[in-house]
């Protein structure tokens, strides 16, 4: 079955999602691929941003820690992120940025497997993830293996020395999505954790960390989740390992009593301990009214749109670019995230070229173009436009133009 364009507006007339296009300010004629990178604008976090910084910072000054309880912004924005990632209301807080809370859990569960050293992992997790790793084994020599272990061999690399398995659910790269109930289970029969990173699943697929029996979790704020640029990020700490982890950064808002100002450090019961230093007021802010954009929303039909729209691209795509090259590199079924990667010889200059006929994705090296589902903001016409410009941006020849070659410093 082939869809036309009209089918794509038939869809669209009656798409549940759709009023919620509404709640986002897009720039015109622009269709925006690449909300998993940096989602959209909610008009709700833009009048938020404004009243937090004139009425909250510039008329309430020091006061606003208690009177627009800036203070319990993390576990506020936690408790809404928790929803969507089927945890409880104390086991997510909105604090620092991925990496650092990749960091912090880490080290902290190492005190939930005391005889334990080896920490697994996969090549081609997201940069970020086996770096950070890289850095704690240099840290703590004597005390962390690391292991990265191909996909397919790595749930039998886990045995009784395995203290922890760091896996990214939803690749950055393919979308590929891995069974978090099965490989959870599967890591837990050898006594081992789990820290699933949730970065591109938050606000992307139904995630449920307490019905998988997650250990620990983390994720991005302004990816999926519309936070902003280099919004918050969340960590999730099951509620049974909560007073056993023990946080390597040991700062004050992690502290039992931090306004004792107690010369010892004394550790929160429950997921506070997990807090650094002093919270990000106006990130935390904008995240918390982007939020609320998917309180009218059920994530089953988000999911459900989400993989309508990838189909519908998939198949449209292919039919017009598969003579110029394009090659599909997600799955092809629900095993799908909320994103389709191409593969191309030619990617980045094809991606510019797509950018500059109003298409906009982006590029990972060394070949892939990487398009966004986002279907709180996308139309089934979006989708359909967005295939006929590509094909012929492809069929013109247009990305060959020496402009589209010049690299810049962020893809
Ligand atoms: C985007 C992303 C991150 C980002 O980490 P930051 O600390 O926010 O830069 C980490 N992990 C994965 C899997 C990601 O996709």
Known sequence: MTLNRADCEALDAKDPLAPARDRFILPEGLIYMVGNSLGALPKETAARMDRAVRQ???QNLVTGWN???WVDLPYRVGAKIAKLVGAGADEVIATDSTSINIFKL?????ALRPGRSKIITEPGNFPTDLYVLQGIRDLLPDRV???VVERTRLLDAVDKDTALVLLTQVHYKTGEVLDMARVTRAVQAKGALILWDLSHSTGAIP???NGANADLAVGCGYKFLNGGPGAPAFLYVAKRHQDQIAPPITAWFGHASPFEFSDHYQPAPGIVRNMTGTPAVLGLSALDASLDVWDQVDMATVRLKSLELGNIFIEQVEARCTAHGFRLASP?????GSQVSFYHEHGYPVMQALIAHGVVGDFRAPDILRFAITPLYQRYVDIWDAAERI???MESGAWQRPEFARRAAVT
């Open 56 to 58: 909250e910072w510039g």
């Open 67 to 69: 009177r627009d309880n």
């Open 106 to 110: 880490v080290v902290g569960a190492l």
């Open 145 to 147: 293996t690391l292991e």
């Open 207 to 209: 995630v449920d960390l």
């Open 332 to 336: 092809r079924d629900d095993s799908r």
């Open 391 to 393: 094909g012929e941006v």
